[in-house]
C-alpha cells in the first residue's frame, strides 16, 4: 500500500521549520530556518521580530521541504501544524501557511499540540509503548506527561514559575552567555565543581510539582554579593552548582512519578532534552530497572517541523481534523 505523508509545520517560536514525515516514524525532510542571530542581541525572542522572520522563510522553507523529501503535493495525505501554545504572531503565520496549502490541494488539515509535538520527537526513535511517561523540558514549559495510550496526555507535574530552559537561560545571561545560554551552561558545568550548594526547590514535597524561581535567585544573589565585594567566582563552579541542582529536582521527581505510574518507557522532550548531565543522571537511575529511556537527538529535541509530523501521525490516525477557519491558540492546553 501506499506510505502515509504529511507536511508539517512548526512555527510557534523562533524556529521556521517544515517537514515531510512517512508513516509517523521516518523523516523525509526537516528543515528548521534559526533566527537565533536576529534574537542574540536582545537577550531573548522578540515577538515582532520572530514574526517577520517566520514570513520572510516560510515559503522557501517549505520549498526545500518538499524537494528534499522528492513529493509532490499530490503525493501528500494531509497537512500538520502546531496551533499552539506560542507565540500568537509566530504561530500564526505556520497556521496561515498550513491552511493555505490544506486549501489549495484539497488536503485535511491536522491542529498539532506543540508539547504532544515534543513528545512525538520519540516516534521518530522507536516505537512508543503505552503507558508511558514524559519528562517536557523546554524554554516555555516543565511538564511531566502521563500517557496512558497514544494521544491521550494527562499532566502529572508542572512548573509553579519558570521553566527549566528559562531558568537556564537567565542564569546564563548573569554569565554572559548569549541567548539561549542552555548549551553552553550544559558545558561548562561538565568542567567544575557543585561548591555552591543551591537550593534544590520543592524537592521532598510530595507532588510532582517544580519550581526554578528560588534557584535562579539564589543564583544571581552569589554571583552579585561577589561582584560587591570584588571577588570572582569560577564560572564553571557556578554553572555545575547550577546544573547539579535542576538536575536533581527534575530526576527526583521524574523517579517519583514513575513510582506511583509504572511505565515501560520514559521519554524526554524538549531542548533541555538536549542536556548531557540529565541524559547521564536519568541513564544511570534507570541502569538497574525495565524502563527504558528515550532521548532524542540534538535535532529533534529543539523546535522542529518532524516531530509535529510524528504527532499527527496519531492525530490523523484518530480523524482529528480542524477546519479552515483554525486560528493559533497561544495558550493552548492538553
Ligand atoms: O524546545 P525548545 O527548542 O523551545 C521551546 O519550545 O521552548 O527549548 C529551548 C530551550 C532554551 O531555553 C535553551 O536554553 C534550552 O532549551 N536548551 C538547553 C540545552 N540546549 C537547549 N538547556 C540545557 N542544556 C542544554 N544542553
Ligand atoms: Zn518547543
Redesign the pocket.
Known sequence: SQPELILAFES????TSVAVIKNGDTILSNIIATQINSHKRFGGVVPEVASRHHVEQITEVIDLAMKEAKVTYDDLDAVAVTYGP?LIGSLLIGVTAAKTVAFAHNLPLLPIN??AG?IYAAQLVKPLVYPLLALV?????TELVYMQAAGDFKIIGDTRDD???????KI?RVLGIN?????????LAHLGQDTFNFPRAMDDSEDLDFSFSGLKSAFINTVHHADQIHETLSREDLATSF?AA?VDVLTHKTLRALHDHPVSQLVV??????????KERLTKELANTDIDLIVPP?RL????AAMIGAAAHVALAKKQFGSLDLSADPGLDF
Open positions: 510557534s517560536c523562533d524556529e506560542g506543540h508539547i515534543h523540558v523546554s524554554g516555555g514549559h521553566a527549566a530552559g528559562e531558568a537556564y537561560d546564563g541567548y539561549p545560554a542552555g548549551k553552553e551552561v550544559d558545558r546544573q535542576v522532550a524538549g531542548g533541555v532534552a538536549a542536556n548531557q548531565g540529565l540534538l529535541c529543539g523546535d522542529n
